[in-house]
């Protein structure tokens, strides 16, 4: 399975973006899927996740309020919307796929593809 982040870019302090993630070499609509962020010189951390049918969501106690996770099965897609943005949400963002169903609700996660870079000026 390949994952592909887009939708990052340079943002002012509250200002908005949305990422998308578009799966391609497996349909993963039977899947949890989520966020992981990682800043410059800073461990992966997660950020949000949602169930296959997308009924279940998870957050990172720093984004809830503000970003939102979705997904659109018919289109093997899944979207962030990120509201409110701070500079500590400055990070690479990725997206990842749990194919056991076991452990995205905890932000464990056995795919992920390349990045995108979001940046938050002050």
């Known amino acids: 399975v390949q994952l592909q982040a887009s939708g990052g870019g340079l943002v002012q302090a509250g200002g908005s973006l949305r990422l998308s993630c578009a799966a391609s070499?497996?349909?993963?609509?039977?899947?949890?899927m989520g966020w992981l962020r990682q800043a410059p010189g800073k461990e992966r951390e997660f950020v949000a996740s949602?169930?296959?049918?997308?009924?279940?969501?998870y957050y990172e106690d720093s984004v809830k309020g503000r970003f939102t996770i979705s997904r659109d099965n018919a289109k093997n897609t899944m979207y962030l919307q990120m509201n409110s943005l701070k500079p500590e949400d400055t990070a690479v963002y990725l997206c990842a796929a749990d194919l056991t169903n076991r452990g995205y609700y905890m932000g464990s996660f056995g795919y992920w593809g390349q990045g995108t870079l979001v940046t938050v000026s002050s």
């Open positions: 070499g497996r349909t993963l609509s039977h899947y949890g």
């Open positions: 949602i169930s296959w049918s997308g009924g279940d969501t």
